[in-house]
């Protein structure tokens, strides 16, 4: 079974630039999770989808952040205009049921010059 | 104080050791516990949930004290291969998915 799916792995662009990030959750997953990971925060949530609605943003850290999901198997996450300090692995991550453990891609090393 | 504290380590042990790490939550309702394990440059996969009980599965215990808000993973006779970051997860949230990850534990077995 393929697991969750995220492109680019690797995305170096510089400040100002709007990155897409993108996720394809396990199929049959109703959630589907944006984490962030840095040395200094660690693992934080970002937001988390049910049946593609998004139900909780509260981690998305400023405007410049948005993220969708069209579909069942699909999800972006979008910084425009990115900064430096957006620098991070960014993963996705999906569960089955609510409160489930997640599976996470490989995620999107994100370099901002 | 943040939502889940882990001693960062690092922890240096020799082969055949055993190990223990502790992990704190400040959430006295939160509802689910899990250990994850996260190899360098890699995504964290699911080691295994911790159950009021305590469950094992090999030479890894996970444990629950709700009473003192703590959960612990041990390993028993280390392998080289145990080498990673070891992240505590507790799920707080009334909705049912307030997932907090700890920053990690990192762990090296040494031969």
């Known amino acids: 079974d393929a697991g969750v799916i995220q492109s680019p792995r690797h995305e170096v662009t510089e400040m100002g630039q709007e990155v897409t990030l993108r996720c394809k959750p396990i199929?049959?997953?109703?959630?589907l999770f944006w984490y962030r990971q840095t040395m200094m925060r660690g693992l934080e949530l970002l937001i988390y989808f049910n049946n593609n609605v998004p139900i909780d943003d509260s981690g998305m850290p400023e405007d410049r952040f948005s993220a969708k999901m069209p579909n069942a198997s699909f999800s972006t996450l979008k910084i425009q205009p990115s900064e430096p300090r957006d620098s991070a692995v960014y993963f996705c991550a999906s569960s089955l049921v609510e409160g489930q453990p997640q599976h996470f891609g490989d995620g999107t090393r994100l370099s901002i010059l | 104080r943040k939502e889940v504290e882990q001693d960062p380590g690092p922890f240096n042990v020799p082969e055949g050791a055993t190990v223990a790490f502790n992990c704190t939550y400040s959430n006295s309702a939160s509802q689910s516990f899990f250990w994850y394990r996260q190899d360098c440059r890699k995504e964290p996969k699911l080691l295994m949930s911790?159950?009021?009980s305590g469950n094992e599965d090999g030479r890894f215990t996970a444990q629950l004290n709700r009473a003192s808000q703590y959960i612990s993973l041990l390993i028993r006779d280390s392998k080289l291969s145990d080498s990673a970051t070891y992240l505590c997860?507790?799920?707080?949230?009334?909705?049912?998915?307030?997932?907090?990850f700890g920053t990690g534990t990192s762990l090296t077995v040494i031969p």
């Open positions: 911790v159950y009021s």
């Open positions: 997860v507790v799920n707080m949230g009334n909705t049912g998915n307030q997932f907090y």
């Open positions: 199929s049959g997953h109703d959630y």
